[in-house]
């Protein structure tokens, strides 16, 4: 059984990580010790979540607190202990975050190989009604000492060694992709340790449920508006798909990657690149999507082959299941023939 193992046989995210690098015999637990200081900054955000309700009641959050300062939103604060736990691991040498304009590049003192692009707490404006919010990183890693530029972000998505996230729910879920599939990992608080509970996620090859905001349905493009016109009403008589949209993108796409379907930001009228930013938001969740047996794709091409420009450049999105993302691909190609 799956529960006694967790009692005597403890896979530990660490323990899960360490076996995995443990194949490349050239590697020195670098990336495990990144991962480590990961895993930290989401305990962190895990507790301080948690708390945030309670914190709100008795007058914490957003006031002045006990040693008289302002009381730091809960997304300013998890920004800074993920930089601060990054760049203490010593693996780092150039960060992104969705919260700092600028890159950050990390003293040469304390530099190491990977670079982390990271969106610390997002969906963070679902705290207040307890909806479920997530961390999303992606790493990318830079082949010698140089002098770090923003070229080594500015890479595309397929470049990535590792992506992954993190969800602040009902329970504390840390999903991850090293490159070679899909894993999960649950928080076990009587342990701090997150626990491997989904070993090797596949996501269905075909689902049931579509996932996209229909208040944007007026400045859809063709293609979207088809698509979600034929999850409503099917032409082969197929049963209608669910809408299942949360508006937290960590909870929309941990359902998707678990029961199958699609997540969709598309690009719109108003928005010509989407809502969703391509280094911390798109790559991350398309790196994992594609390890898990699906696809993620922007209505111009695979998701993880575009080139950003800038590092808080946005894209549309089109992930989920990989029979449903072809349909949707086929959709654009027939509109791309007519043009
Ligand atoms: P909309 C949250 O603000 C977020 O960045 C993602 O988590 C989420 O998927 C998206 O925006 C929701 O955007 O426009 O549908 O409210």
Redesign the pocket.
Known sequence: HAADAHRTDLMTITRFVLNEQSKYPESRGDFTILLNHIVLGCKFVCSSVNKAGLAKLIGLAGEINIQGEEQKKLDVLSNEVFIKALVSSGRTCILVSEEDEDAIIVEPSKRGRYCVVF?PL?????IDCGVS??TIFGIYMVKDDHEPTLADVLQPGKQMVAAGYCMYGSSCTLVLSTGKGVNGFTLDPSLGEFILTHPDIRIPKKGKIYS??E??AKNWDGPTAKYVENCKFPKDGSPSKSLR?????????HRTLLYGGT?M?PADKKSPSG???ALY?VFPMSFLMENAGGQAFTGKQRALDLVPTKIHDRSPIFLGSYDDIEEIKALYAAEGKKE
């Open positions: 969106d997002d969906g963070s404006s679902n919010i997530g996209v905001n208040g944007n949209y949360i508006g937290s993108m960590v909870a929309d796409v997540f930001y809502k969703l930013r938001e």
